[in-house]
């Protein structure tokens, strides 16, 4: 059976492209990533935005003779583990991470070797000295907070964002560079506004002829602080596979195709149909096709209806509603966008369905919502899109009297999962869908009521969680695979804190010392972890 | 002396084919795969007078010999012959439309080559030659040449003694019910690239009477496949 990654951070960045299904729209967002432009790529869990950054990444590598653009790939996944007594932790932790990841890549490339004055300004450093020990001793300070909250950290080895700013054109003239591209990934916190503003006025700040900012985040960070404009400041890509495209099995296929054995293959080919009705249930999420199809191996219509029935009536949820555990402040907003969807959105367009599929026309997906509908409901879309409940198709649509609204396509899984045997039924909807149907929901819908009457104070909400308590929680909450929680189980690292905790060593002790596989289950258990605490 | 020794690893390989009789359900596999040579003397007569018929014959006999490598635990054989199959199987379609290399190939004269066979562009699988002899199955193409590619390399594997090729074999003539299991899945992906293969190199061209005689075997496979059902006049489903 094959292994699968769910994850990018599973795959080192050399392999990337070993994996890599281009679809025109992959294409075009790398592309423009790879521009001048400063980028901001959206897209919920699981869609492929690491993935498009480190392709992105490894592609400006191999056209640095020409281009002389210096790729720089840093990831803020750990920002849900700051807990020192620093009021401004989070700026200076990104601006020290930036710093770190441009001088090791400039090593790494080979661009630097005596070490240019300019350099020591990045590093924290007065100059004439040259190492980066400071700010990697600063980074993992800040970092392992989390054992010790509310200790405090010597910041003042930072440079503040003008100087990083001259200091990055002074190294780019030094060492001949036209640019450099920042690739920062899981830039944003979803339920820290905080971090969001922050993160958002640095990525302004940051711009200059030499610097490039692109940044991946969730559908759903809108605090973009006060200088940062989207749109203006930065283009926005939305990362989703159009399902109604007439290459959308195939594409789907081969991302299958590149991490399946010969085995898995055969099933797929002989079973054409089932595996379209799962490519089309994870409607362009290659993380829920992998899932999936790895829960279904055999491919054949009783493993194909009974996963589209358990996974996208339960699974999907767990996710969704292991939040508002998480998030207390949420819990409302939260459950009521579990209530909204499978109470009124998924039963009322599985009956428009049966009507439209029965006299032979068009299918739908798709729900519209009133622009001037609460904001409280807007948060609560909001969240479904994170999770991939819900997938923005487009703003600025008029429905029925001219009203104008948003756009959302409703995860055909959950659509599928209402069926009676998916593996029958499914193909057609998913073949004849069209986004000119759609249900409507307008400014005071009844559905809305049960949130919008509590009468929540949006901004009131407490930022954040409690992290003991999250750390606390037993290996069952991290997406991981069976056998890499069975290595955990082995390994008697049964909560969330122990295995963050675990050193290298310590994870290496189960079986399959030294091999590839240690180090890639090691990747799989932080990398889930980190993505757990985050949300 | 040397005979004795010799003896000695019979007795071994009898044990190992003992051993494949008592497990009953695995015994089902191997028979399946044993019964699928059969398969290849019906897509045999899609060949009739035509100059690559030797190649598949040879091919068909490197089958068996994997079927037998199989059958006494010779698991790297067993893989070694399946990919020496596919490899002259899939060349002699590639070989049919280009009937000049089959004459030199007969000769001595000319080599199969796996990257030519496996081309993206002009191999067995390609859209290419697949459209020329059965425009309607062009769609299938990208999957059943991502198979092929995959399948090839994971026999290349025993051929080249890569790490993972070894596996849990211990380096003793015994059985393994995993190893078994997992040969003959393999071997039921290399039936089903050759089917695919000959259907759309020459199920158009052949004869109602030889049609007739291979509906059965290949409805099973292709039999979704509304281009397939409609050669055999029937309709589709939907």
Aim: glycine share 6%; proline share 3%.
């Amino acid at each position: 059976m094959s292994d699968f990654f769910y994850r990018t951070e599973d795959i080192g960045p050399k392999d990337v492209l070993n994996y890599f299904v281009e679809t025109e729209e992959d294409r075009s967002a790398i592309n423009q990533i790879k521009s001048r432009t400063p980028t901001v790529l959206v897209g919920s869990r699981g869609v492929g935005k690491s993935f498009l950054m480190r392709v992105a990444e490894q592609e400006l590598a191999a056209e640095y003779a020409e281009q002389k653009v210096v790729p720089v790939y840093v990831t803020f996944v750990t920002s849900s583990l700051l807990r020192s007594g620093d009021p401004d932790q989070f700026r200076h932790w990104m601006i020290a991470r930036i710093c770190r990841a441009v001088l090791r890549k400039v090593r790494k490339m080979g661009l630097l070797s005596s070490t240019p004055s300019s350099v020591n300004i990045l590093a924290g450093l007065p100059a004439g000295h040259a190492d980066t020990d400071g700010l990697a001793e600063l980074i993992r300070s800040y970092e392992e907070s989390w054992k010790t909250p509310g200790q405090n950290v010597d910041a003042s080895g930072i440079p503040d964002i003008e100087e990083v700013k001259e200091a990055l054109e002074d190294l780019a003239e030094e060492l001949g560079v036209n640019r450099f591209a920042l690739l920062m990934d899981e830039a944003a916190h979803i339920f820290l506004p905080t971090q969001q503003r922050q993160f958002f006025t640095l990525f302004r700040d940051l711009r200059s002829h030499c610097v490039t900012c692109n940044a991946a985040v969730y559908p759903g960070v809108t605090s973009y602080g006060d200088t940062f404009q989207p749109t203006h400041d930065a283009t926005m890509v939305s990362l989703n596979r159009d399902i109604n495209d007439a290459g959308y099995v195939g594409s789907m296929r081969q991302i299958v195709e590149k991490q399946a054995d010969s085995t898995l293959l055969k099933r797929i080919t002989k079973n054409g149909q089932n595996f379209s009705v799962l490519a089309y249930a994870s409607t362009g999420n290659p993380r829920l096709l992998l899932k999936t199809v790895s829960d279904a191996p055999n491919i054949n219509s009783t493993e194909v209806n009974s996963v589209v029935r358990e996974f996208y009536r339960g699974g999907i949820w767990t996710e969704h509603s292991a939040l508002s555990e998480k998030y207390v402040g949420h819990k409302a907003i939260i459950d009521w966008g579990r209530d909204f969807i499978e109470d009124i959105v998924l039963p009322e367009l599985k009956q428009k369905n049966d009507g439209y599929l029965e006299r032979e026309k068009n299918s739908t997906s798709y729900i519209w919502i009133h622009r001037d509908a609460p904001e409280i409901i807007k948060e609560g879309l909001r969240i479904l899109c994170y999770t991939g409940i819900l997938t923005e198709h487009s703003g600025g649509i008029r429905a029925t009297r001219s009203e104008v609204g948003r756009r959302y396509t409703v995860n055909l899984g959950c659509l599928f999962a209402q069926e009676a045997t998916p593996s029958t039924t499914s193909f057609n909807i998913a073949r004849s869908l069209t986004p000119k149907r759609m249900s409507e929901y307008g400014v005071n819908h009844s559905a809305f009521a049960p949130l919008a009457d509590l009468g929540l104070d949006l901004s009131a909400i407490q930022e954040g969680f409690n992290l003991e308590e999250q750390l606390g929680k037993p290996n069952t909450v991290l997406d991981i695979t069976v056998w890499q929680r069975s290595k955990l189980d082995e390994l008697e690292l049964n909560t969330v804190g122990s295995v963050l905790a675990a050193t290298e060593a310590e994870l290496k002790e189960a079986h399959y010392v030294g091999d590839v596989r240690a180090r890639r289950m090691r990747n799989a258990a932080i990398a889930s972890v980190l993505e757990y605490l985050s949300g | 002396m040397v005979v004795a020794h010799y003896n000695k690893l019979l007795t071994l390989s009898e044990a190992a084919l003992n051993s494949l009789s008592e497990d009953l359900e695995r015994l089902e596999i191997f028979t399946s795969a044993h019964n699928q040579a059969a398969d290849l003397d019906q897509l045999n007569k899609l060949l009739v007078n035509r100059v690559e018929k030797p190649m598949f014959e040879l091919a068909r006999l490197e089958y068996q010999q994997a079927v037998f490598s199989a059958s006494i635990a010779q698991y790297r054989q067993a893989h070694k012959g399946l990919r020496l199959f596919l490899e002259l199987t899939l060349c002699s379609v590639l070989f049919s439309a280009h009937e000049i290399d089959s004459y030199l190939w007969l000769r001595g004269k000319k080599d199969s080559s796996w990257k030519s066979i496996n081309c993206v562009n002009s191999g067995v699988f390609s859209k290419h030659f697949v459209g020329a002899f059965f425009e309607e199955l062009t769609d299938y193409c990208d999957q059943y040449q991502s198979l092929a590619a995959k399948l090839y390399r994971e026999c290349s594997e025993f051929v080249h003694g890569n790490r993972q090729s070894f596996g849990d074999m211990n380096h003793q003539i015994s059985y393994s019910a995993d190893s078994l299991e997992v040969w003959a899945d393999r071997a039921d992906t290399a039936q089903l690239l050759v089917k695919f293969a000959f259907v759309s190199r020459y199920l158009k061209n052949a004869s109602t009477e030889t049609r007739n005689e291979l509906e059965v075997m290949l409805l099973e496979d292709f039999g979704t496949l509304s281009a397939v059902q409609s050669i055999f006049g029937e309709e589709p489903d939907e």
